[in-house]
């Protein structure tokens, strides 16, 4: 008698730690026909054990991902081995709220998620338990520290001013585009840009409107750019852009149209109306390029060439006139390029 009462006492602690434990139990049968489901399930779904037991997982709780997670579950039936999923798989399988005062930005509980296969008697696998863990706590102060992480990523890369990348991380975009030119022998242009006459703007408006006039220029160069390509902020009032799979040409007419909508664009400051140009050397890469840094040297020696020829133009970089100093060294239009 005392053997089983002791065996009872044993069974009912088992079921209170079952029932109170601070992890979701639900064992389902081959059908998916639930046969528990503890109070940790019934406090976050509001389904009280008796008004779900024996009843289909799937059918009683239909915004469950079923084809997913029945793949998931006929795999622990078949090889006889436990599954884990976790929220970075999946952030939940239940939709639960989130009711925890520390981690109280997150909408929903964030789960972890043990498939683990239960034997009968004879051995045969004839029910699965899931173990479902509400790990909300980790899983925002993971995101948060990716989100901080990536933002100090962001800030490190970019210009404050422009919110065009800085000189640094835009030479890497640059090193790069070169070093697949090295190895694939592809086509890539890049693009120096200089505002005419910026030291004049700064002299009769202030260093305030130069800042302005700068923001404005990156903002109508970041409107422009394709997916592809990288803008930066190479000096004061010079801006670089590295044009993969591009020819002279074609960045030629990106340039152009850039130019245009520059020209007839206009800033605003204190009530006063500034127009501004820029000029514009294009140099695509070849094998006269020796460098990254040639690269940079070439455009310069185009946008040199528009400065000096009239300002608010856009000139493409010629070898073949380079090696003819007799020649100018750089040509206006794409056709003669």
Known sequence: MANDQGAMNELH????????????????????????????????????????????????????????????????????????????????VFTFNNYRPITGRADHMYQNVTLLPLASLTGQITHISMIIYDVTDIAVNKLQLKAANQQLEHLSQTDDLTQLYNRRHWQTCLDHEYDLFSRYQGVASLVMIDIDH???????????????????????????????????????????????????????????????????????????????????????IGKHISSSSNWISCSDKALYEAKQTGRNRSVIYSPEAQAAPEVPVAVASPESA
Not at 68 to 86: A, G, H, P
């Open 198 to 284: 910026f030291k004049h703007i700064n002299d009769t408006y202030g260093h305030v409107a130069g800042d302005k006039v700068i923001a404005h220029i990156a903002y109508q160069l970041s409107q422009s750019l394709r997916e592809t390509d990288r803008a930066g902020r190479y000096g004061g009032e010079e801006f670089a852009v590295v044009m993969p799979n591009t020819s002279g040409a074609d960045a030629w007419h990106f340039t152009e149209r850039l130019r245009e909508r520059i020209a007839e664009s206009t800033v605003t400051f204190d009530g006063l109306t500034i127009k501004v140009t820029v000029s514009l050397g294009i140099c695509e």
């Open 13 to 92: 602690w088992l079921i209170d730690m079952v029932q109170t434990i601070e992890v979701g139990l639900v064992v389902l049968d081959r059908d998916y026909h639930i046969q528990l489901w503890n109070g940790f399930m019934e406090n976050h779904s509001g389904i009280a054990p008796n008004a779900i037991k024996g009843k289909n997982l799937f059918t009683s709780l239909p915004d469950l991902p079923a084809a997913w997670l029945k793949q998931k579950m006929e795999s622990v039936f078949m090889l006889k081995n436990r599954t884990f999923i976790s929220w970075e798989q999946r952030p939940c």
